[in-house]
């Protein structure tokens, strides 16, 4: 799957079998973090907060029945970051499938 990356400034929460992921990415020289909402379920609840640097890969906050929280929660993270001088731009992930023998096989129109 190729991964095609859009600017986005707000928190969205992923739609049931949708294929887009939201985040923000923070730079400050050449380090980098991302901050992410992830909805487990592609419901607004259950929410995750997952904050990401090269080394490691973890949930710093969750919600099971307060709508928002998660999102709040990130926006905090990346107002500490853009305060403290960092960069922060928000960008969508879309999943594009990539074309396979057989999707292209199953396009083609019944033979006669």
Known sequence: MRKIILPLIVFLPAVAGAATEERVVCESGSVWQTIQVVYPQGWSLPCEVVFETPEERRVVWNAKTSEGFC???AEEIVERRRNEGWTCESETLV???????????????PMR
Request: no cysteine.
């Open 71 to 73: 999102e709040r929660k």
């Open 95 to 109: 999943d594009s499938p990539a074309l396979t023998e057989s999707s292209l096989i199953s396009d083609l129109p």
